[in-house]
């Protein structure tokens, strides 16, 4: 059974950077998509950028240009790396396939951008 543990969550001034990570306890070569998501407080959960077994990748239009995902299917690991932090990103970022799998929500990492 494959599980996703989100790290690399903190605390940054406006402008920062930070690099996430998603690591599976298990293969993720046979999920075609993953995406990063996250849930700020208040809001629903939104994909905020996803990346195809290929390569492709889909960003949400807020994060286009400052934020970038990566995969490697070795070692099972998903990065989203984030520049140009703003405090509107200030929210949990969770990992999960796209679509995403009910049962594969963690815990999230929580990423809070101060002004």
């Known amino acids: 059974q494959v599980q996703l543990v989100e790290s690399g969550g903190g605390l940054v001034q406006a402008g920062g950077s930070l690099r996430l990570s998603c690591a599976a306890s298990?293969?993720?070569?046979?999920?075609?998509?993953m995406g990063w998501y996250r849930q700020a407080p208040g809001k629903q959960r939104e994909l905020v950028a996803a990346?195809?077994?290929?390569?492709?990748?889909i960003y949400e239009d807020s994060v286009k240009g400052r934020f970038t995902i990566s995969r490697d299917n070795v070692p099972n690991t998903v990065y989203l790396q984030m520049n140009s932090l703003k405090p509107e990103d200030t929210a949990v970022y969770y990992c999960?396939?796209?679509?995403?799998?009910?049962?594969?929500w963690g815990q999230g990492t929580q990423v809070t951008v101060s002004s």
């Open positions: 990346i195809t077994s290929g390569g492709i990748t």
């Open positions: 999960n396939t796209n679509p995403p799998w009910s049962r594969l």
């Open positions: 298990g293969s993720i070569r046979s999920f075609n998509g």
